[in-house]
């Protein structure tokens, strides 16, 4: 059990799963507003031996030199990799405190945006940025059925949207880091990036932070007449040849600001971005609650 167990900003947990903190800890702090700075994060932290924290602030070595009690640290967010992670893990390590994150437990909403999208451009629903009549994609309403469709990452969340888009009869290719031996029992093909990119009207990035695979090479294979969604976390494409793409009769849709990548596009007229995050659902804070515990639970069982 903790001596004390600090969350340093809000963590989207539900109430439940914050009164369940008190099982693991003699003392539970938890803040509701997001630290200004690293002395605040520091102060925050005082002498805690357990820190929680979301996506919004950052323990870096700065901060994590100072901390001399901490043995654990619990991220309250997605951890792809060692690299995007919002704390420095080897740090941490060296200093031998334990860091646990979560995956998978907003994907159900990804897939659900790619298809409501979709559907919407296909047919035409909806309006444009400007408040004018949307129309369809290529002037007549067409189903999913049929469509070529390129996944470019295909881990929990990129299986998952090449499932549904094959549920709905679309035509599915992948890139990925390696061939999937599931993703060839469904039909799924890998190809390589490029010849992907030419060859598919739709094409979906589902990558980890801060990864970019689009660059001025692969927007010309991409080409004109084409759709774009990227679901990640980050931007996955170089910003200056993405414009120049965005310039033609193309469309690209994000649910975040931090996809798209720069607030100058949200405007532009083939551009579609929501501002919201389409993960952030009353389901997916239940299954971020439970992981998280979970994570702590493991952590406390291993002492």
């Known amino acids: 059990m903790f001596k004390k167990l600090v969350a340093i900003e809000p963590l989207n947990l539900i109430p439940s799963a914050e009164k369940a903190l008190e099982n693991y800890a003699h003392k539970v702090v938890l803040y509701r507003d997001v630290p200004d700075n690293n002395d605040e994060i520091v102060a925050r932290i005082d002498d805690a031996d357990a820190v ?31 690299e995007s992670a919002n704390v420095d893990i080897k740090f941490a390590n060296s200093k031998n405190i ?10 159900e909403g990804v897939v659900e945006y790619v298809i409501s999208e979709l559907v919407r451009c296909l047919h035409g629903f909806g309006q444009k940025p400007d408040g004018s009549p949307e129309k369809p994609w290529d002037g007549v309403a067409r189903e999913i059925t049929g469509i070529k469709a390129g996944i470019i990452g295909l881990g929990k969340s990129g299986g998952m949207v090449a499932d549904a888009l094959h549920f709905f009869g679309a035509d599915i290719q992948y890139f990925a880091r390696s061939e999937k031996d599931w993703a060839e029992d469904k039909g799924y093909r890998f190809t390589p990036l490029n010849k992907l990119l030419a060859e598919n009207e739709v094409v979906i990035t589902c990558l980890n932070k801060h990864v970019v695979l689009l660059n001025e090479e692969e927007f010309e294979h991409l080409g004109d007449n084409k759709i774009l969604f990227n679901t990640g976390l980050s931007q996955a494409w170089d910003e200056i040849p993405f414009a120049q793409w965005l310039e033609g ?54 002492q």
């Open 52 to 82: 929680l924290l979301s996506i919004t602030s950052t323990l870096g070595r700065e901060v994590l030199e100072r901390c001399d009690n901490l043995d654990y640290i619990g991220m309250c967010c997605s951890l792809y990799s060692v």
């Open 98 to 107: 334990e860091v646990t994150g979560i995956r998978d437990y907003g994907d």
């Open 249 to 302: 009769d193309n469309r690209v849709y994000c649910d975040t600001l931090g996809a798209l990548g720069n607030e100058r596009f949200l405007d532009h007229r083939n551009v579609r971005c929501m501002e919201v995050s389409v993960g952030r659902t009353r389901q997916a804070f239940d299954r971020l609650s439970e992981k998280v515990l979970a994570n702590i639970d493991g952590f406390i069982k291993k």
